[in-house]
């Protein structure tokens, strides 16, 4: 891997092959490997990404008491002027597609597509009123948890809370990628956790109305029925928007369903590479 340095901290990234750019950005308490399914099978065609998302991987934990996705969209766009990438193709998992909305809300027309994996517009996944989400914050109660046990466990805790509500079998229903994704998360820091929490919590859905960037959007079936939700609002919000859900996929789609992914995003990807 490569680093680039912040002004407080230093991000890791890697690239992989030659020809359009194709970007990945990845979940919440994952890594740039959570991509590696994609990495190889597109790096013969394009210029492959990844990024270590600041507070995750090998970026790990950075000078700030406070993340946001606005802070990981600047980080991403700091990435792309550093490659000199322009009309990036923008692959974004959960809080990777968090990340991509964000850019597209700044760069409407800017990438030449977007592919959101596991898309969801806030969290939780539903439109709280106005002003009332920072008094119903799980933050103070996670700092408690974080405080007596470790991420890992503050993780699983999470997911088994989202399977009781939703009888899903959320986050994977392979139980090897489940396994790896929980490896990662044990690699972030208490600190870190509760810092990438704030992030997606305090995110603010972003108006796509303005969006003219083909979007395609995928979910897998076991994925929360609230988040399918939001998907199909990202889909219909933007101007050319696409949706898939795949059989036999949790929320880590793109890892759950390699083939049938990278078989949707390859023949989605002929439409917005600039060199079709």
């Known amino acids: 891997m490569a680093e680039l340095a912040l002004e407080d901290g230093t991000l890791w990234y890697e690239t992989t092959g030659d020809g359009p750019p194709l970007v990945f950005v990845h979940g919440g308490w994952m890594n740039g490997q959570a991509w590696r399914p994609q990495v190889e099978y597109f790096a013969d065609d394009y210029q492959v990404v990844t990024m270590d998302v600041r507070g995750h991987g090998q970026t790990g934990a950075t000078d700030r008491d406070r993340y946001s996705i606005d802070l990981f969209t600047d980080d991403l766009e700091t990435l792309l002027a550093h490659l000199e990438i322009e009309a990036p193709i923008l692959c974004g998992l959960s809080l990777g597609s968090m990340v991509v909305q964000q850019y597209?809300?700044?760069?409407?027309?800017?990438?030449?597509?977007?592919?959101?994996?596991?898309?969801?517009?806030?969290?939780?996944?539903?439109?709280?009123p106005q002003g009332l989400k920072p008094f119903v914050s799980?933050?103070?109660a996670l700092a408690t948890t974080l405080s007596m046990t470790d991420s890992?466990?503050?993780?699983?805790?999470?997911?088994?809370?989202?399977?009781?509500?939703?009888?899903?079998?959320?986050?994977?229903?392979?139980?090897?990628?489940?396994?790896?994704?929980?490896?990662?998360v044990g690699e972030v820091s208490r600190q870190e956790f509760r810092k990438i929490f704030g992030a997606l919590y305090r995110f603010d859905p972003p108006d796509l109305g303005n969006v003219?960037?083909?979007?395609?959007?995928?979910?897998?079936?076991?994925?929360?029925?609230?988040?399918?939700?939001?998907?199909?609002?990202?889909?219909?919000?933007?101007?050319d928007g696409q949706?898939?859900?795949?059989?036999?996929?949790?929320?880590?789609?793109?890892?759950?369903?390699?083939?049938?992914f990278n078989a949707a995003t390859e023949a989605f990807l002929p439409s917005v590479s600039p060199t079709a």
Not at 111 to 125: F, H, T, Y
Not at 156 to 167: E, K, N
């Open 152 to 184: 890992e466990t503050a993780f699983r805790s999470l997911l088994t809370s989202i399977q009781a509500t939703t009888g899903q079998r959320w986050l994977s229903v392979d139980p090897s990628v489940r396994a790896e994704a929980l490896e990662a």
């Open 138 to 140: 799980p933050l103070p």
């Open 243 to 260: 949706r898939l859900t795949f059989d036999d996929a949790g929320h880590l789609v793109n890892q759950d369903r390699p083939r049938a």
């Open 104 to 128: 597209l809300q700044r760069h409407p027309d800017g990438p030449s597509g977007a592919i959101l994996a596991g898309a969801v517009r806030s969290m939780p996944p539903l439109d709280l």
């Open 212 to 239: 003219t960037t083909p979007t395609l959007v995928v979910h897998g079936e076991q994925e929360a029925p609230l988040v399918k939700a939001q998907g199909e609002e990202i889909a219909s919000a933007v101007a």
